[in-house]
């Protein structure tokens, strides 16, 4: 049995695609050590196997020693359950002890936002974090037994064909550093967000039906390829399918 576990919101970062933000705020929040361990035990009573933190980050730098110290407990009390966690590549990168421990103590699973292959296109994206970490985290998870699911994106307004291309080499990389799923989702201007607004004042939304902006439906907004190469929606479509045939051929 699962339970879906959220601890208070808030990202200190502030990526152009994302509703985390706009939604929650920018401002970090937690529960305390106790509080979180109280749940455990009580999900742990409940019958629970399987805990995820549905926190968009679950480590952040300045709540590294607050999760080291959790991570602690978790051994030191022995629930015995099994949890999945999302992560950032640099947090990760640049705490190796911490995601030993955090193996340890029972993480699984971890999901990394990756998004693109690209430098500039994290650039404009304002993501704060560059492939090579990316790569970094995927092999320091991936050594520590945790599986390892990367998010990548296509379609950035500002993304050329050549990006793409990046991206989709990079995926390769990645596979071959340790991740074990990789998903590449259409850039998507969620309402709220930065992108969406820029969206709006440049009329490029093909559409306002919100059932459509679920992140791998045909896209919603004009990009730069679309205008270069056809069609928005072909273009993507056909592109949503290499990053497998790449895959395939190329771990
Ligand atoms: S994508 Fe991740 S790091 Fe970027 S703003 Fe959203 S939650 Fe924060």
């Keep these: 049995m699962s339970r879906a576990w959220r601890l208070p919101g808030g990202c200190p970062y502030a990526c152009d695609f994302c509703s985390v933000t706009p939604t929650w705020g920018n401002k970090w929040r937690n529960k305390s050590n106790d509080r979180i361990m109280a749940e455990l035990r009580d999900a742990k009573a409940h019958g629970y196997?399987?805990?995820?933190?549905?926190?968009?980050?679950?480590?952040?730098?300045?709540n590294v020693?607050?999760?080291?110290?959790?991570?602690?407990?978790?051994?030191?009390?022995?629930l015995g359950l099994k949890y999945i966690v999302q992560m950032r590549a640099d947090v990760t990168a640049k705490n190796k002890p911490l995601i030993e421990k955090?193996?340890?103590?029972?993480?699984?699973?971890?999901f990394l936002g990756v998004e693109s292959g690209s430098e500039e296109v994290l650039k404009k994206m304002h993501k704060g974090?560059?492939?090579?970490?990316?790569?970094?985290?995927?092999?320091?998870?991936?050594?520590?037994?945790?599986?390892?699911?990367?998010?990548?994106?296509?379609?950035?307004?500002?993304?050329?064909?050549?990006?793409?291309?990046?991206?989709?080499?990079?995926?390769?990389?990645?596979?071959?550093?340790?991740?074990?799923?990789?998903?590449?989702?259409?850039?998507?201007p969620l309402p709220g967000t930065r992108v969406f607004d820029?969206?709006?004042?440049?009329?490029?939304l093909f559409t306002l039906d919100w059932d459509r902006y679920d992140i791998v439906t045909p896209p919603v907004m004009k990009t730069r390829l679309g205008a270069s190469h056809g069609s928005d929606c072909t273009v993507?479509?056909?592109?949503?399918?290499?990053?497998?045939q790449v895959l395939q051929g190329g771990r």
Aim: aromatic share 10%.
């Design 129 to 188: 974090e560059f492939t090579p970490q990316s790569v970094d985290a995927v092999n320091t998870l991936s050594r520590n037994g945790i599986v390892t699911l990367v998010g990548m994106m296509v379609g950035a307004p500002y993304e050329r064909l050549r990006d793409i291309i990046a991206s989709i080499r990079f995926s390769r990389k990645l596979a071959r550093a340790g991740a074990d799923a990789i998903q590449f989702s259409i850039y998507t």
């Design 236 to 244: 993507l479509r056909n592109l949503q399918l290499l990053p497998l």
């Design 102 to 110: 955090a193996a340890r103590a029972g993480v699984k699973v971890a």
């Design 198 to 204: 820029d969206a709006v004042r440049n009329n490029l």
């Design 49 to 62: 196997n399987w805990v995820f933190f549905t926190d968009d980050i679950f480590v952040v730098f300045p």
């Design 65 to 78: 020693r607050q999760r080291d110290e959790l991570f602690d407990r978790i051994i030191e009390e022995d």
